[in-house]
């Protein structure tokens, strides 16, 4: 399948603090979050960003979406600066963030009704990923009805059906158990080998950023810098018995050592 070649993101020289109320009651003091970041993320790549907790990677996803302001430096989109959300990007949350008195089918079309689709065409839409996702036959079901694993399908589904160019995913797997994550690993990849959208995917998880990156983004304690970029050279698609393949150790080995662990 061809790829039409479209803009990546850029950043540049960025930065970001935040302040907070002193530990001793005293007033508030800075948190220097992000220091100096500069990066590119190609178009149509799978790239994961991972390193220590507080380091700045969910504060650098959140700057991508334009949910978040930069103190210095800029991010742009081919030519564009981002100043603000945008249609091109779609953001999945590790807390689900599902509407809870809404149907599945609700939910996945709930985007959709915001940019006044049709409802025929919105639902249709919804039920074409609702399959895509695995959860055909739960299109009625309510949130609190579906286990976790569900429910991240329901948030996968509902960013996918915006059909953005920019996929950013903010450890959606992280309060998933080790089974459900691993097929959510495999149910990502399998829907991102599709169109392979450019995706930002968040992580804790060493052996899951190589599983599914083309290129990982390892930062370093706060403020958060870039400590190294590995490119991934395993083939695609993605097989687990890659996972024994000489390549992922290596790859695996290299980012620990990169965290100092």
């Known amino acids: 399948m061809a790829i039409e070649q479209e803009p990546g993101i850029r950043i540049e020289g960025l930065s970001k603090r935040f302040f907070r109320p002193a530990a001793d009651g005293s007033g508030t003091e800075m948190l220097h979050v992000l220091d100096r970041i500069e990066l590119e993320v190609r178009p149509h790549e799978f790239m994961s960003l991972i390193g220590p907790s507080g380091c700045g990677k969910t504060t650098l996803l959140r700057m991508i979406a334009g949910l978040a302001r930069a ?18 990007r779609a953001m999945v949350f590790q807390d689900f963030a599902l509407l809870p008195w809404a149907s599945v089918l609700d939910n996945v079309a709930f985007g959709l009704k915001l940019r006044r689709v049709r409802r025929t065409e919105r639902e249709a839409t919804a039920l074409d990923l609702i399959r895509a996702v ?16 569900m429910q991240q399908r329901v948030g996968l589904a509902r960013a996918l059906a915006m059909d953005p160019r920019f996929l950013l995913l903010d450890e959606p797997f992280g309060a998933l158990d080790e089974i459900s994550r691993r097929v959510m690993q495999d149910e990502l990849i399998r829907i991102w080998e599709s169109d392979k959208k450019t995706a930002v995917f968040v992580t804790h998880s060493v052996d899951e950023a190589v599983f599914l990156s083309d290129r990982i983004v390892i930062m370093s304690s706060r403020p958060g810098r870039i400590a190294d970029i590995v490119e991934v050279g395993l083939p695609r698609p993605r097989t687990r018995d890659m996972e ?7 790859i695996r080995a290299r980012i620990w050592q990169a965290l100092g662990l």
Not at 244 to 250: G, K
């Open 134 to 149: 695995g959860l055909e036959g739960f299109e009625k079901a309510l949130p609190r009805q579906l286990s976790g694993g």
């Open 244 to 250: 024994q393949d000489r390549i992922f150790i290596e």
């Open 71 to 88: 103190d210095e430096g800029s991010l742009r989109i081919g030519s564009e600066a981002i100043t603000g959300p945008g249609p091109e």
